[in-house]
């Protein structure tokens, strides 16, 4: 059998909360990311979709070893990232690049776009005319050659988005962890952005860990879905069962929340209310997280943390009473 | 029989002065809303929705240049006494923001907020009265324990439950109009699906016409009664919702409808290019650039709303379009 390009497991990741009100200094932690575990195989995309607060992006982070983990392996072309040098990681950097949300804030205002592309040959030593390399990345973005010589304030939103991504894929990776890409876009660009991480994942067989709340756009890009509910994974497996046949409750109402584009069938469709908000990550609920929101919770949801378990519809779920 | 008329604007028009010359932002707008309808306005970053409701109510700074007409219950507000938008701000017309922190006092209990709002519109209200009303209004918005929560501050509500308070605080004097910009877009789904239904609720049961402004148009096919599209300062297609996302006849509306991720679909079809610079709009139809039909009568003049089955659309071309989709 293959190996996975990535492989996560049992990651933690503890923030340290420092309250300096008062007399006593008191020390608090949040538990972003507890216990996830996930696979991701090569040419392959993996959606982590949740509310603010579940953890995906720390999750994002901690495998791009952006962020110390407190615990857990993240394991990449089959090598465990804890313990690796400095000069080690460095190469495996190279491999494993990340585009974030905001193209205004992620791209250096005072550097051509040029050198913003070519900035990661640069940090990385790589030998070989720059320029032809930015001018065959840009068309590979849809960005035209002569774009090299501008500034960030030239482009719309959509294309400093599309400068991002010509700035990952400089060093070729394997992996790339896509941070809400789109989520600033408008709807009209979106698609087009959408479109280039498909054509580019055809081309150059990368895989995707595809974060984002937006579940309509996880749908159409994924080929597995992870849901996360606060540090948790509630239930992953194929997109197809996860929007099909959701298993756990909070999948069934996160899907149920999203208004559909067509009033005919939105007006119609019958819809799960949750109640109230996401519960604070610095004092989780015992037992199962979504317990203080969940219409089915008994005391055993209190007292017990389901554990993820294989569904018939093939995905995994944690959830004493699933669907 | 048709509600009454509660706001109506005519050829508003709104220009910003800017180093790099005057920027056009709302380029003749009509609409009207009626009491107890909502209504859905939607359009991308930019395309003036939500200029067009800052320079009704008043709001805009005084550089910006407005003109036109805005009727609010009969009364014309452009151009208004301080007087008057003090007394059509909150009394006649509210309206709700994107981010409810930095919509209410952090140093004020809750309920003094909504007491402050009471009192300034009237007067003659006894604090104790005004104190009873408070707790009334953080109820019919949903917040539990009214009572009690009416005593805490901003900061020890959550996100949803603030956009609660911040109705609440809107609604305190059973406005004609309420206006809600992007209410829902800093919230999470679960939550959103929470406000909406606070909003509706509203709407229903004080007859208080809502002016819905977002670019989700799933939030709009839930809620809205009516829906006006807009794009470049314009508006470019308004009618019912059901005819609006069943045939809609604007080039852009059909090409926003197009972009949206659904099931069975391959590839999404984005709108190629992106929206004209408002500092130097084209003379003709603000969509022509990324337009794939356009001609160059397009080019030309701006064109106007015309009645078109039952939508309005700002198409010269729309009922050939039509024919041509229909025969092929």
């Known amino acids: ?110 550097m051509t776009v040029g050198s913003s592309i070519a900035e990661p040959l640069v940090v990385q ?157 610095v004092n989780p609920p015992s037992g199962c997280r979504f317990r203080t929101r969940c219409w089915k919770a008994t005391e055993l949801c209190a007292s017990s943390e389901p554990q993820l378990v294989v569904r018939p519809t093939g995905q995994l779920s944690a959830c004493h009473f699933p669907e | 029989m048709m509600s009454e008329l509660v706001l109506s604007i005519r050829d508003l028009r709104v220009t910003f002065d800017t180093p790099l010359g005057p920027l056009e932002a709302v380029r003749g707008v009509d609409l009207d809303v009626r009491a107890g309808e909502m209504v859905g306005v939607v359009g991308e970053s930019g395309s003036g929705k939500s200029v067009t409701f800052l320079a009704a109510m008043g709001l805009l700074p005084h550089q910006a240049k407005v003109s036109g007409s805005v009727m609010i219950n009969g009364q014309e507000m452009l151009g208004a006494s301080n007087k008057v938008l003090r007394n059509m701000r909150g009394g006649l017309m509210s309206m709700i923001f994107q981010d409810p922190l930095s919509a209410l006092n952090p140093v004020h209990r809750i309920g003094d907020q909504i007491v402050e709002m009471l009192k300034a519109h009237q007067p003659k209200m006894s604090d104790k009265d005004a104190a009873k009303r408070a707790v009334e209004l953080l109820d019919i918005v949903g917040i539990p324990q009214a009572a009690e929560r009416a005593h805490q501050y901003p900061h020890e509500f959550s996100g949803g439950m603030r956009q609660r308070v911040v109705i609440a605080i809107a609604i305190a004097n059973n406005p004609k109009v309420l206006i809600a910009d992007e209410p829902t877009t800093a919230l999470d789904v679960t939550v959103q699906a929470q406000i909406l239904e606070v909003i509706e609720r509203v709407q229903k049961s ?99 709303l015309q009645t078109f089955g039952d939508l309005e659309t700002a198409c010269i071309r729309a009922e050939e379009l039509v024919v041509k989709a229909g025969l092929s």
């Open chain 1, 1 to 110: 059998m293959n190996q996975p390009l990535l492989q996560v497991e049992n990651l933690v990741k503890n923030f340290e909360l420092r309250a300096n009100s008062g007399i006593r200094k008191t020390k608090r932690i949040v538990q972003a990311v507890s216990d996830v575990s996930f696979s991701l195989d090569k040419g392959q995309t993996l959606g982590i979709v949740g509310e603010s607060g579940s953890g995906k992006t720390t999750v994002g982070r901690c495998i791009l070893q952006l962020l110390d983990i407190t615990s857990g392996t993240i394991s990449f072309e089959g090598k465990n990232l804890g313990g690796l040098s400095f000069e080690e990681m460095r190469q495996i950097r190279r491999k494993m690049q990340i585009v974030f949300q905001d193209p205004f804030a992620s791209l250096d205002p005072k």
């Open chain 1, 125 to 281: 030593g790589v030998a070989g005319n720059h320029e032809e390399k930015v001018a065959s990345l840009l068309e590979l973005v849809g960005l035209a050659v002569d774009h090299a010589k501008r500034f960030p304030h030239e482009f719309s939103g959509g294309q400093r988005q599309r400068v991002g991504i010509a700035r990952a894929l400089a060093l070729d990776p394997a992996l790339i962890v896509l941070d809400e890409p789109v989520s600033a876009l408008d709807v009209s660009i979106q698609a087009g952005v959408v479109n280039l991480f498909g054509d580019l994942q055809k081309r150059l067989g990368m895989s995707y860990v595809f974060i984002a709340h937006d579940l309509s756009v996880v749908r159409h890009i994924a080929d597995r879905v992870a849901v996360m509910y606060l540090g948790k994974i509630v239930e992953i497996g194929d997109k197809k069962s996860i929007y099909e046949h959701p298993t756990h409750p909070y999948t069934k109402a996160l899907l149920s929340a999203v208004p559909v584009p067509n009033p005919t069938t939105e007006r119609s469709r019958s819809r799960i209310m949750l109640e109230g908000d996401v519960p604070s990550p």
């Open chain 2, 206 to 304: 004080f007859g208080t016409a809502v002016v819905l402004i977002t670019h989700d148009l799933g939030v709009i096919a839930r809620v809205a009664d009516r829906v006006n599209v807009m794009y470049a300062g314009r508006n470019v297609e308004k009618g019912g919702v059901e005819a609006l996302f069943d045939h809609p006849s604007h080039p852009y509306t059909r090409g926003l409808l197009a972009s949206l991720p659904h099931e069975g679909i391959e590839r999404l079809t984005p709108i190629t290019g992106f929206p004209p610079n408002m500092l130097m709009p084209p003379p003709g139809c603000g969509f022509a650039p990324r337009c794939s039909h356009a001609s160059d009568a397009c080019l030309v003049s701006l064109p106007p």
